[in-house]
C-alpha cells in the first residue's frame, strides 16, 4: 500500500514569506503527527491531529500551524518566516496513536533564504 | 517529562562486526520504545518498537533490541553488520500515558568500513 506522501519535496521562501507543506497518510490512519529536523535541534515535535482535531502541540510558535481533513489529510502553514524556520519537515501517520507506532513520509526540505 | 540519551554521536564498524547502539531513556513509567534509522535526505524508518511483554524485540534488516527496565535502557543490536547500514539511528521514546507524541534521542550516525 501507499506510504506516507509528502509535498512538496523541497521548497524555497524568502524570509516574511509563509509556506504550506502538505501531507497525505496510509489509507485508514486517522493520526498525523508532523516533527521538524534541523542539524542543531534534531527531531522535534510540531503537533499532532487525530479526526480532524488537534491532540496535542509542541513548544514552537503560534507561527506554526497545522489542520486535518475529513479524509485525514494534513497541512501545516508556517506564516512569516524566518531563517531559522528552515529544516526538513517530516509528517507520520498512524492508525490511532503512539501504540501502533508511526510511519515517516520522506519529508519536505523547506529552505528560507 | 520523557527524554531520550544516545551517548554516542558517532560509531565506525568493520563490515561483518556486531553493532551495538546505546540508547537510554527518562520516563515515569514503562514507555513504548522504537528505534528508527534515516538514510541521507529521506525520512525515517521503523526498526522495531516494544511496548510490553518479552524485553527482546525482534526488527527489520536483522536488528534487534533489548529493553533494560532497571538500566532505563534500550540498545540496538545487529550480529553482523553490512555496508548499506551506514545510516543514521534514532531511538524514540512516547508515552504510554496519551499525548501521542515521540520524543527523539540526537541519533547516532554509523559508518561502516569495507
Known amino acids: 500500500k501507499a506510504g506516507v506522501t509528502q509535498t512538496p519535496r523541497y521548497l524555497i521562501k524568502t524570509r516574511g514569506q509563509q509556506v504550506t507543506l502538505s501531507c497525505s497518510p496510509i489509507s485508514g490512519h486517522r493520526s498525523v503527527s508532523w516533527y521538524q529536523q534541523t542539524p542543531g535541534q534534531g527531531l522535534q515535535f510540531l503537533f499532532e491531529?487525530?479526526?480532524?482535531?488537534?491532540?496535542n502541540k509542541g513548544n514552537f510558535p503560534g507561527r506554526f500551524s497545522g489542520r486535518q481533513f475529513s479524509n485525514s489529510r494534513s497541512e501545516m502553514n508556517v506564516s512569516t518566516l524566518e531563517l531559522g524556520d528552515s529544516a526538513l519537515y517530516l509528517c507520520?501517520?498512524?492508525?490511532?496513536?503512539?501504540?501502533?507506532?508511526?510511519?515517516f513520509g520522506s519529508g519536505t526540505r523547506l529552505t528560507v533564504v | 517529562a520523557q527524554s531520550v540519551t544516545q551517548p554516542d554521536i558517532h560509531i565506525t564498524v568493520s563490515e561483518g562486526a556486531s553493532l551495538e547502539l546505546r540508547c537510554n531513556y527518562s520516563y515515569g513509567a514503562t514507555p513504548y520504545l522504537f528505534w528508527y534509522v534515516q538514510s541521507p535526505g529521506q525520512g525515517l524508518q521503523l526498526l522495531l518498537k516494544y511496548f510490553s511483554g518479552d524485553t527482546l524485540v525482534q526488527g527489520i534488516k536483522g536488528f534487534e533490541a533489548e529493553f533494560k527496565r532497571s538500566q532505563s535502557s534500550f540498545n540496538l543490536r545487529k550480529p553482523s553488520v553490512h555496508w548499506s547500514d551506514a545510516a543514521e539511528y534514532f531511538c524514540?521514546?512516547?508515552?504510554?500515558?496519551?499525548?501521542?507524541?515521540?520524543?527523539f534521542g540526537t541519533g547516532t550516525q554509523l559508518k561502516v568500513e569495507l
Open positions: 507520520a501517520s498512524s492508525l490511532a496513536g503512539t501504540r501502533e507506532g508511526y510511519t
Open positions: 491531529y487525530f479526526s480532524e482535531t488537534q491532540r
Open positions: 524514540a521514546v512516547g508515552a504510554t500515558g496519551g499525548g501521542n507524541k515521540l520524543t
